[in-house]
């Protein structure tokens, strides 16, 4: 059978209530009686039970995450970011992925709900209405990548257009003109915002720039998207100077079709990402990309929701924008026009 508060109370020879307040740190409890209770605790190994414990605080000790998916390598790190912060607080994670569809997203929301403290989310397909139908009001939350600006929630976003600019800047500033985006799904926020940033800079960088002259491909973020999209490329009547991946999965999955097809980065055709997943540096060439610090936004989305759950009455809600930075490798190639000044 398992061992209960009150073996161990009668073990230490202290009230039930002794024993409680001693395994909870209050300060009311001496430091023998403190002693005599965790030496009892540890000789019945005694595990407290979490279930009795969240009824007499309210609290789980445990974070939700829904997120689009589990797999690939931002996932993970922002998952390791989460968990950083979570443990550092002695809390829990319970993670869930959506599969991109909203149904599943729902699922997920509403099967989590009494079971954690708080949530942070990420999910295309949620807008203020749709948290609304599916959480309580007065569970924490916090959304990642997302342009839900409903004043119930805080936010966490990259800057995706600005990064995206960063980059068709530098490419231009190297001598490419015809610079080719393999774009992220539809209905996504952050490939549309990176879209965004690609179409708009180019278009005021290159003014001769003819969006239907170099085609946007499409993909889902994926290696294999990526692999089509450079299958497809190798189709076109000219090669562009460049390739513009949405996500590093993408530009990967494109160097590798790229190569079964002798076309050799940057030599031919230079290729470029975004995200700085930890592989983009150790593929040949090296990956030049936009770096996000994916563990960082992770364990700050953890602090800034632990901070709402423990300041439930004095919390405000905010919109944090994290910035990018432009990580320049060998996959870029070299500057085509020396001495080209800042476009």
């Known amino acids: 059978m398992a061992v209960t508060i009150k073996d161990v109370a009668r073990a230490a020879n202290v009230s039930v209530a002794s024993v409680s307040r001693a395994l909870n740190g209050h300060p009311s409890v001496t430091d023998d009686t403190r002693k005599l209770v965790l030496e009892a605790a540890r000789s019945l190994r005694y595990v407290p039970h979490s279930g009795a414990r969240s009824l007499s605080t309210k609290r789980t000790d445990t974070i939700g995450v829904v997120l689009p998916d589990l797999y690939g390598e931002f996932f993970s790190e922002l998952i390791r970011g989460i968990d950083l912060a979570a443990r550092r607080r002695g809390l829990h994670l319970l993670v869930s992925s959506s599969h991109g569809d909203a149904g599943e997203a729902a699922y997920a929301l509403r099967a989590m709900s009494g079971r954690v403290d708080g949530l942070i989310v990420m999910s295309p397909h949620i807008d203020a209405s749709f948290l609304a139908e599916n959480l309580p009001g007065v569970l924490p939350i916090v959304l ?21 600019a960063a980059m068709v800047q530098h490419l231009v500033e190297m001598g490419h003109r015809r610079i080719m985006m393999i774009a992220g799904p539809e209905n996504n926020y952050e490939a549309a ?7 708009e800079t180019l278009a005021r960088l290159v003014p001769t720039f003819d969006p239907h002259d170099v085609a946007v491909l499409r993909g889902d973020f994926t290696e294999e998207s990526g692999y089509r999209a450079g299958h497809q490329l190798q189709a076109l009547k000219r090669l562009p100077d460049a390739v513009f991946a949405a996500n590093d999965m993408m530009a990967i999955g494109c160097l590798f079709a790229l190569g079964e097809a002798g076309l050799q980065v940057p030599r031919d055709i230079a290729l470029v990402g975004f995200d700085d997943i930890p592989t983009a540096r150790f593929i040949s060439p090296p990956l030049t990309t936009v770096r996000v610090r994916i563990t960082e936004m992770g364990s700050r989305a953890l602090e800034c929701l632990a901070f709402q759950i423990e300041n439930p009455e004095g919390t405000r809600n905010s919109t944090q924008v994290l910035q990018t930075e432009l990580v320049v490798r060998r996959s870029c190639g070299s500057p085509r026009v020396a001495g080209r000044s800042a476009v």
Request: charge should be negative.
């Open 193 to 199: 915002e990176r879209l965004r940033g690609y179409r």
């Open 144 to 164: 990642l990548n997302t342009d839900v600006t409903a004043e119930h929630y805080s936010s966490l976003a990259v800057d995706n257009y600005g990064g995206a």
